[in-house]
T-cell receptor, first 111, second 113 residues
Framework: DAKTTQPTSMDCAEGRAANLPCNHSTISGNEYVYWYRQIHSQGPQYIIHGLKNNETNEMASLIITEDRKSSTLILPHATLRDTAVYYC????????????FGTGTRLQVTL | DAGVTQSPTHLIKTRGQHVTLRCSPI?????VSWYQQVLGQGPQFIFQ???????GRGNFPDRFSARQFPNYSSELNVNALLLGDSALYLC????????????FGQGTRLTVV
């Protein structure tokens, strides 16, 4: 699986959009970008995934650059409950469900 | 519907002992994976089981073993516990072996003293 690079921490004001970047410059053509988050003392929670097109669901939007070497997770209206560690993961689908977590980005949403 | 359930939630063991952790997947899910999360790090993959067969193994010593039962629940066993085995052990279930989305339990916090 390709390696990902994320900032260690970010802050965001409540009600504003949180934009979390991820670099995956060695991503291959059949690898997807996944985002999970982990709220303190809980198990990781799936957010969204995509291959090359932008994706949106009820939780977030995922913007993938045309060369697929980076992506951005967007939480459109961050709340205090979005404070968590966000993990960007690259892996193939069609293979075993192994997820390779890095250290993630610690997002702190403040009043 | 119940999510992924793990037991126990917390456990304290002494060095050299063994431990068994249990996981019940979401109903209908046939794949179970185990992860170890040491404080301050992301989860690290240990095992994946699908249809009662091991489908993947991470870089962990042979002291770690697991199995999946006919009802798709799973056990993780760790023998000869070391202080470094202290961690949050997470179980994740998914519909298939190669499913796109994994659902995690709340984990078992193991402390080895």
């Amino acid at each position: 699986d390709a390696k990902t690079t994320q900032p260690t921490s970010m802050d965001c004001a409540e009600g504003r959009a949180a934009n979390l970047p991820c670099n995956h410059s060695t991503i291959s053509g059949n690898e997807y970008v996944y985002w999970y988050r982990q709220i303190h003392s809980q198990g990781p929670q799936y957010i969204i995934h995509g291959l090359k097109n932008n994706e949106t669901n009820e939780m977030a939007s995922l913007i993938i650059t045309e060369d697929r070497k980076s992506s951005t997770l967007i939480l459109p209206h961050a709340t205090l409950r979005d404070t968590a560690v966000y993990y960007c993961i690259v892996r193939e689908t069609g293979t075993a469900s192994k997820l390779t977590f890095g250290t993630g980005t610690r997002l702190q949403v403040t009043l | 519907d119940a999510g992924v359930t793990q037991s126990p939630t917390h456990l304290i063991k002494t060095r050299g002992q063994h431990v068994t952790l249990r996981c019940s997947p979401i109903s209908g899910h046939k794949s179970v994976s185990w992860y170890q999360q040491v404080l301050g790090q992301g989860p690290q993959f240990i095992f994946q089981y699908y249809e009662k067969e091991e489908r993947g193994r991470g870089n962990f010593p042979d002291r770690f073993s697991a199995r999946q039962f006919p009802n798709y629940s799973s056990e993780l066993n760790v023998n000869a516990l070391l202080l470094g085995d202290s961690a949050l052990y997470l179980c994740a279930s998914s519909l298939r072996g190669a499913a796109t989305e994994a659902f995690f339990g709340q984990g078992t916090r193991l402390t080895v003293v």
